[in-house]
């Protein structure tokens, strides 16, 4: 009797051990690295041998809109070509002296924008994460690129204070007119020395 009990034990241990090792291998946690730096907030898992990435993620890697159609199960991620360079009166520049006030524009020239916006703006990140609004329009402004897929935007003159060493990062945004949340489109980053 004490036999068959210590049987029966021993193979329910051992599935349900068995059971966790598989389930543990089923969705494993994938290490994701963008332009050689380490992104550790995107949320990625290996299934078999095929990893997964969510699409919101996926969306703020490359620098898209995502758009999730709940009815027809479809993700959609629209990424349209926007440059950014900056000007201080005729010189463009990218790097600026630690504490110097900076007044500067910003020239952006979009294309290949194959979904309609209600509004976009720039920002201008310091290196501790705190985000200065530049410029931006909405909609409803008269000089607004509505249904567009090309358009330039230059901001207004704009003085910043760089008043630490570090990376300062220049952010175009847009927001799609389906009502979701104003999504990076472009990236620039000024050094601070």
């Known amino acids: 009797m004490k036999f068959r009990k210590l049987l029966i034990l021993t193979a329910v241990l051992t599935l349900s051990f068995g059971t966790g090792v598989f389930a543990d291998t089923l969705g494993q946690k994938v290490k994701v690295i963008f332009n050689k730096q380490d992104v550790s907030d995107i949320d990625a898992t290996l299934i078999g ?4 990435v969510s699409a ?3 969306g703020d890697l490359v620098q898209g809109m995502v758009f999730w159609d709940d009815s027809a199960k479809k993700v959609s991620i629209y990424k349209p070509n926007v440059h950014m360079f900056l000007m201080s009166g005729s010189t463009s520049f990218g790097t600026v002296a630690k504490q110097k006030t900076q007044e500067f524009q910003v020239y952006a020239q979009i294309d290949n924008l ?5 509004s976009f703006k720039i920002t201008i990140t310091d290196p501790y994460g705190d985000s200065t609004w530049i410029d931006g329009l ?6 607004f690129p509505s249904d567009k897929d090309s358009f330039w935007f230059t901001s207004k003159k704009f ?4 008043k630490y060493t570090g990376k300062y990062t220049v952010r ?3 927001k799609p007119t389906d009502g979701s949340t104003m999504q990076v489109v472009s990236e620039k980053t000024v050094i601070s020395k």
């Open 49 to 52: 041998k095929d990893a997964y």
């Open 56 to 58: 919101g993620a996926l």
């Open 114 to 118: 194959q979904t309609s916006i209600s």
């Open 138 to 143: 909405s909609s409803g402004d008269a000089n």
């Open 159 to 162: 003085s910043y204070e760089f």
């Open 172 to 174: 175009f945004w847009m």
